[in-house]
C-alpha cells in the first residue's frame, strides 16, 4: 500500500499509550518504545500517582460500572475507562470521631467509628455534612436520640464515647439537671400533665404514687472504692400513670404506647437536699415569663426554676388622696412562693399578678384618706390593707407576703410636691435639731457620769489613805508606848512612875525644840506655850535633901543634868536600844 506509515512511541514507566483501531481500543502500558502499524491511532496519556490515603473513581464507559482506586497505586486505566472523580483524600477518623455514609443506590447506611481511614464507595455520600465528633457521655451528660425506623426518642445514659449507630440521629445532648433543696422544676409530659421535681429533702417529686428503687450496681471491689453514695428514685411519666422499673407491677394507661422513665438521684442518707436528673424523653421544661421592672409593665424574666426562699420585688404605681392629690408610690414586697402547684395552675405570672393586686387594694386604700394622714400614718395604711387583709388572693396563687413597706413617695404636681419638700425638710430640721440636743444631753450626761465616779475613786482614795495613817499613827504609837515603857523600866529604882514620866517629856521637849532649831521654820511660842525652863532638879538633889545653896544651884544642877543623862542613857539602852521619835504635835 502505498503512502502508509509507522507510527513510533516512546512510553515512559508513567505513560499508557491508548491505541484506537477500527474495531475497537486497547492499552499498552509503558515504559517501550512502540511501533504502531497503519490503520492505528495511538495517544499517549499520563498515568497519576496516588499516594497513601488519596483515593479516585474510575468509570467503563462500555459497562457503566464504577470502580474505586485506593493508593498509593498507578491509575491503570482500561481502553475504555475514563477518570470520573479525581483524585481525593480519604477520610481520617480520630478516635473521638465517627462518619456515617449512605449509598445513593441502594440507599444503605454504613458506620464508621475512628481510630481509621475511611474510602468512600464510587456510589456513598455523607449522610451528614462530613465526619462528626462522638458524644462523651458521663454522669453530667446523656443524649437523647430518635430512631430513623419508628421515630422513638431514647436517653443514652451509659457512660462512655457514644456513636449513633445506623438507624439512630442524634437530637441533642443534654446537661444534668441539678435542683438545691429549695428550687423546683416543672416538668410538662406529652399528655400536657405538669410534674413538679423538688430537690428538698425527702421531697416526693411527681405524685403521690412514686415510688423509690436504690439500684444496687455496684459490686464489692467497686464499693470499696466508692467515696459516695447516691440513691436513683425510678418516675415512669406516662400522663397520669405511674409504672416502676423493676420486676414489681406495671400499671399503664390505655392510651399509652410507651412509657418514659425519670431517673432522680438523691443522697442516699437522705439528710441532704437536692436532686438531679436527666429530661426523660417526650418531656419538656415549663417556662414562664414573668413581669420585670418596677412598673411590671413588660414580661421579660424567664423562669424555669422556681426559688422557694423569700426575695424583694419593688414596684412603683400612682395613687391618689381623698383631697385629689396625686401620689407615686414606690413599694417593696418581701415575698416567697410556697405552693408551685397552685401557681401554675392559677397563673403564669405571680410577680405581676401579685403587684396589680396589692396595687387595687391600695389605691382603694389612700382614696379614703387625705395626703396629710397618709404622710402620718402610710406604713400602718399599707400593712392594714395587705397583710393584715387575709385575702386568699396570693394564698391561691402559691404565694405569700412577708412583709410590705413603703421606699418613697412624690407629688406628681410640682408646685404640691414643692410645699412637700419644704414640708419634709422642715421636718427632718426639726428632727436634726432634737438629735443633736439629745447628743448634747447625752454628752453632758456622760460628763456628769464621769464627774461623779472621779468623785466615788475620790472618796475611796481618802478612806484608804486615812485608814494607812490610822495604821502608822497605830504603829507609831505601839513604838512609842514601848519606848516610854523601856524608859519608865529603866529609871525603876531611881526614881518613882510619876517622876520618870515627867523627865521623859522634859526629854522629848528638848528633843522638839532641838529639831525645830535646826529646821528652816521660822515658828515663834510664847514662854507658857512651850513651858520652857532653863534648868530644874534631879533625883539627886532631892536625895541630899537640898543641900545645895541657891547660889551654887545653877552650877550644880549642870553637873547632875549631865550625871543623869549618862544614866538614863546606860538604862534606856539596856532595856530598848531602839528608840522611836514622837511627833511634835503629841508633845507639845
Known sequence: MGGACISIHALGPKDQLLVTTLTGKQ????????????????????????????????????????????????????????ILKEKAKAITLEANEYVRLVDDVTGKIRLETGEAIVYPEPTEKFLERGKKKGVAIDPETAVLVRSRKNGDLKLRTKHGMYFPSIDEDIVKVQKLITLAEYQTMIIEDRFGQYHFVSGAIQAQPLTASNVALEKKTNNSNEKDKMETKMMEEDVVLT??????????????????????????????????????????????????????????????????????????????????????????????????????????RNTDDAPGDICHHARSEIIQAVSKVTLKDFMENFNQIIHQTILESNDPFYE???????????????????????????IIKESTDRINRLQLVESENEVALEKMKGRIEEEKIKGQLI????????????????????RVSAFIKGLNGVCSAEQAIKIFNELRKAEVMTELANSDAHLYFTPAECDLRLGMSTVQDERNGRKSMKNNKMNNQKYDNNKFMRNSTTATRSNNKEESKLSAASLI
Open 463 to 482: 478612806d484608804v489613805k486615812n485608814e494607812h495613817q490610822r495604821k502608822e499613827a497605830l504603829i507609831d504609837g505601839e513604838a512609842e508606848a514601848e
Open 27 to 82: 492499552t499498552i502500558d509503558g515504559p517501550g518504545i512502540k511501533f504502531l502499524p497503519p490503520l492505528k491511532v495511538g495517544r499517549v496519556r499520563r498515568m497519576d500517582i496516588l499516594e497513601p490515603g488519596e483515593y479516585c473513581i474510575v468509570k467503563t464507559t462500555t459497562t457503566g460500572t464504577l470502580r474505586r482506586i485506593d493508593g498509593p497505586n498507578q491509575v491503570n486505566l482500561g481502553p475504555y475507562d475514563i
Open 396 to 422: 391561691a396563687r402559691g404565694s405569700k407576703i412577708h412583709s410590705v413597706e413603703v421606699r418613697s413617695f412624690e407629688c406628681l404636681d410640682k408646685k404640691i410636691d414643692s410645699v412637700l419638700q419644704e
Open 239 to 344: 400522663g397520669d400513670v405511674l409504672a416502676v422499673d423493676g420486676n414489681s407491677k406495671k400499671k399503664r394507661n390505655s392510651n399509652s404506647t410507651t412509657s418514659k422513665l425519670l431517673h432522680l438521684n438523691r443522697s442516699i442518707n437522705g439528710q441532704n437536699g437536692g436532686v438531679s436528673f436527666f429530661l426523660p424523653p417526650y418531656c419538656k421544661i415549663v417556662e414562664l415569663v414573668w413581669s420585670n421592672g418596677v412598673k411590671k409593665d413588660k414580661r421579660g424574666r424567664k423562669m424555669t426554676i422556681f426559688d422557694s426562699r423569700p426575695w424583694y420585688m419593688n414596684y412603683e404605681f400612682v395613687v391618689r388622696t381623698s383631697d385629689n392629690v396625686e401620689l407615686n408610690l414606690s413599694m417593696s414586697f418581701f415575698w416567697s412562693l410556697e405552693n408551685i402547684a397552685y401557681m401554675i
